[in-house]
């Protein structure tokens, strides 16, 4: 009995030293290496919560630019293994488990299904990390509806998104991934970054700040919800607006294409602008190599990086420096026979592409000969030319803060050669870019004053809350009113029955300059043969300028004659202005027939005999249609009411009658109609039909008008109205 006892207590005390050591080794020793695991347990780490990127849109909040986050999912098949043995068999999970994810998702069921079972299955596997935001919540929602265990879900990246495809992709630019490596975190931090174009330049502003959270995970690794944990929310990145108008953009790219094709270009490049602000409305670059979205986000953007010789678009500057001096009347008849001229042992002939005598001042920009242009810089001499150039902002940037952009070649003053000063005058030894030319002939329009082009209208944050204002800049003043109004009649004779013919309207006033330029040969003095460049700079309507546009192509077709801008960028010129002319929104064929109208108003002949009816109408030189129903009779109505106004043109209706009308005479003829609800362009149908003019905000569908339906209106009343 004594020697059973023994044993027992030795026994005992052998167990219990054994488990003093186990406990020894595994808390003092760390045998199993559970001090990492512990600290993971009892110490927050810190997840990262990454932005929103802001997103871009034009000028009218249409989106261009936006951002979708990416996510990765795993299965935990441990936990899977776990609720199996509680509950169905695990075949049937899994099956369920890849038709809900393969349902919500672009993955294949079967192939889901094929990787929850592959070998060991007890591991967390990996399904993809290519899931949106709005399929993992479907995806969540219905493994939580189902009571399902072991989605697992992680951030994975962002992807920048486009509605409109490739539209603008030459200025919106790109973005690129970065990782950075963080110890105490369960995850890289994640950034995206500008790389070109807008998103570059803009950078800070659309990248927002990154925020953290502390978490602590269970052992099956779920986030334990503790009051005392830590975290700072992520800032959203702001948007911009632009000043961009994504209709005049599509208008322009659809343009730069056709002719691209057509004209057998490398390159097709145009900007739009508005004279008076200096706002980009619309840019394009466009390459004959067929390029993907992304290679494009990725190029330099033409407009504002790709240089050539302006050619005779640079002469409407050097002719604007003699009309300031009085050095020529327009009328001043000038020798353009071939002009030859020696500088020290060098002689040099110029010439133009037809032969002409003599051409007064005026049609020598209208013609765009080079001889007459030649003879005139000549009384203008380098000093002041030189000087103009800069001031009209060749030979550097624009500081219109968009990336990439090109200073062009000026040499200065004391680099020019012996011929530099007749080459400068039509457009050699002189490089530039489509925006500083563009530029220029926005200060030509705009009266004389340098703006500074700028393409952000607006900077807000995620409240829609306007953090920074882009205003209109004036860099300088050059010139003077009564020059720039006299050179703006030499640029519209170049349209009316110059180089430009082709883009004469016979309802609107267009000014511009032809230029087709020959291409230099890289690393050479001279020029290549049969490579030009063409080139239309010009603005309309003339007398108040809304819209200065720029076309380019380089090295246009030789065979067809498409080298000359009459032939290429004058034609897209126009049908660009036609498209523009005839948006919706535009007013200016409305404002320029009102601006031709004649108003006056109605005399009142109510009461008057025919005959006094008549001598009155006639004093006034008023049209009139008379409506007898009687003789002898006396007016009793007239269509328009007395002392409303109307166009003097229209004629006055005069209804003549034996008794004066029962009912009071209305005091308007004319009611508001309902245009809620109609088309933009039914509406603007409508409204002229009750001689009402429309004043459009917004693209589609009527949401409100200023003057209720119903409302008697004046003759020309002006209604506001908003579509979406």
Not at 318 to 336: F, G, Q, R, W
Not at 374 to 379: L, Q
Request: one cysteine or more; a positive charge.
């Amino acid at each position: 009995m004594k020697i059973r006892l023994l044993i027992f207590i030795t026994i005992n005390i052998l167990i219990v030293l054994v488990w003093i050591s186990y406990l020894f080794c595994i808390q003092i020793l760390d045998i199993h290496n559970f001090k990492e695991t512990i600290e993971l347990r009892q110490n927050p780490s810190k997840d990262i919560i990454i932005p929103d990127r802001g997103n871009i849109y034009d000028t009218n909040g249409k989106l261009l630019v936006s951002s979708i986050k990416y996510y990765q999912i795993d299965i935990d098949r441990n936990l899977i293994g776990k609720y199996c043995k509680k509950n169905r068999s695990k075949n049937k999970i899994y099956a369920r488990i890849a038709e809900i994810i393969s349902n919500n998702s672009d993955l294949n069921e079967k192939k889901i299904l094929k990787k929850l079972n592959k070998k060991p299955l007890n591991s967390c596997i990996f399904l993809s990390d290519n899931i949106s935001e709005a399929e993992l919540l479907k995806i969540s929602e219905k493994f939580h509806q189902e009571k399902i265990p072991g989605l697992v879900k992680t951030f994975s990246k962002i992807k920048r998104t486009y509605p409109y495809g490739k539209l603008g992709a030459n200025f919106l630019g790109a973005v690129k991934d970065m990782e950075e490596g963080n110890n105490n975190s369960r995850e890289s931090i994640y950034k995206v970054a500008g790389s070109c174009g807008l998103e570059v330049t803009f950078d800070d502003e659309l990248a927002g700040e990154i925020g953290w959270q502390e978490t602590i995970y269970d052992a099956n690794n779920k986030r334990i919800p503790l009051v005392f944990l830590k975290e700072k929310p992520a800032n959203c990145g702001n948007s911009l607006y632009l000043t961009i108008d994504n209709d005049l953009q599509e208008i322009l790219e659809g343009n730069l294409n056709n002719g691209l094709k057509e004209y057998k270009a490398k390159k097709a490049i145009g900007i739009v602008m508005e004279p008076a602000t200096g706002a980009i409305l619309a840019m394009s670059g466009l390459s004959s190599k067929h390029m993907s979205a992304a290679e494009i986000r990725a190029s330099a953007n033409m407009p504002v990086s790709f240089m050539f010789e302006p050619g005779s678009t640079l002469k409407p500057i050097t002719a604007l420096l003699a009309i300031e001096e009085n050095m020529y009347k327009p009328s001043d008849k000038i020798d353009c026979r071939n002009y030859h001229i020696i500088y020290k042992s060098e002689e040099r002939t110029i010439k133009d592409d037809h032969k002409y005598n003599f051409l007064s001042f005026k049609d020598i920009i209208a013609h765009s000969s080079n001889v007459g242009i030649s003879k005139i810089v000549e009384k203008i001499g380098s000093k002041a030319l030189y000087e103009r150039m800069i001031a009209f902002g060749f030979g550097h940037r624009t500081s219109s803060n968009i990336a990439g952009e090109s200073s062009g070649i000026f040499r200065k003053l004391k680099n020019w050669q012996g011929f530099s000063l007749h080459s400068i005058s039509f457009g050699q030894e002189i490089s530039t870019t489509t925006l500083q030319l563009a530029n220029a002939y926005c200060t030509i329009a705009n009266g004389g004053n340098v703006m500074q082009p700028y393409i952000v209208k607006e900077i807000k944050d995620e409240n829609n809350k306007i953090i920074k204002t882009f205003k209109p800049k004036k860099l300088r003043t050059i010139s003077d009113k009564r020059s720039l109004n006299t050179l703006k009649q030499f640029l519209k004779a170049v349209v009316d029955y110059g180089t430009a013919i082709g883009t004469k309207s016979d309802f609107l006033e267009i000014a511009g300059k032809t230029g087709t330029a020959e291409k230099t040969i890289y690393g050479s003095k001279g020029y290549a043969e049969e490579k030009y460049t063409s080139i239309f700079a010009g603005f309309f309507p003339v007398d108040e300028p809304e819209y200065v546009i720029v076309i380019v192509y380089d090295e246009p077709d030789y065979a067809s004659y498409s080298y000359y801008a009459s032939n290429s960028a004058v034609p897209t010129f126009r049908n660009i202005t036609t498209n523009i002319i005839h948006l919706p929104q535009s007013e200016i064929i409305c404002d320029l027939k009102e601006k031709k109208k004649d108003f006056i108003f109605a005399p009142n002949v109510i009461g008057m005999t025919r005959e006094k009816a008549i001598e009155v109408l006639k004093k006034k030189n008023i049209l009139f249609t008379i409506k007898e129903f009687h003789p002898n009779s006396i007016v009793v109505n007239q269509f328009p009411k007395p002392n409303t106004s109307f166009d003097k043109s229209e004629s006055v209706i005069v209804i003549l009658d034996k008794e004066k009308q029962e009912q009071p005479l209305r005091t308007f003829d004319y009611e508001m109609p309902k245009l809620v609800g109609q088309t933009l362009r039914k509406a603007i149908n409508t409204a002229s039909k009750k001689n009402i003019k429309l004043i459009a905000k917004g693209n589609g569908i009527i949401i409100s008008q200023s003057i209720p339906a119903g409302t008697k209106t004046k003759y020309g009343e002006k209604c506001i109205v908003k579509a979406n």
